[in-house]
Nanobody, 122 residues
Framework: QVQLVESGGGLVQPGGSLRLSCAAS????????MAWYRQAPGKQRDLVAT???????NYADFVKGRFTISRDNAENTVYLQMNSLKPEDTAVYYC????????????????WGRGTQVTVSS
């Protein structure tokens, strides 16, 4: 069993900052790529940023220069530092991770958190 738990969402004014965290726990052998997605009401879920286990990052154009993804491999945790927030950044932010577990078999699977709400409004 693996769980991803996000935290750090909330209400912030335009131009403000928030830092999201997502911790993976359970019978984890290895965490590969971790990512953040977001979904606004009535819209599809979009990829925001990814980070490999080696620290290589990739960002969606709409967050480049404003958001920074990082991770702590020892704690199986990924972060998203969000600066210069805009109203259009309002969405539920989801954590995603490619994880290998070893219980009875070696299984590689894709896991999602439940999401954390980020609202940017004055």
């Amino acid at each position: 069993q693996v769980q991803l738990v996000e935290s750090g969402g909330g209400l912030v004014q335009p131009g403000g900052s928030l830092r999201l965290s997502c911790a993976a726990s359970g019978s984890i052998f290895r965490v590969n790529t971790m990512a953040w997605y977001r979904q606004a009401p009535g819209k599809q879920r979009d990829l925001v940023a990814t980070i490999t286990s080696g620290g290589s990052t990739n960002y969606a154009d709409f967050v480049k220069g404003r958001f920074t993804i990082s991770r702590d491999n020892a704690e199986n945790t990924v972060y998203l530092q969000m600066n210069s927030l805009k109203p259009e950044d309002t969405a539920v932010y989801y954590c995603n991770a490619d994880i290998i577990t070893i219980i009875q078999d070696i299984i590689r699977d894709d896991y999602w958190g439940r999401g954390t709400q980020v609202t940017v409004s004055s």
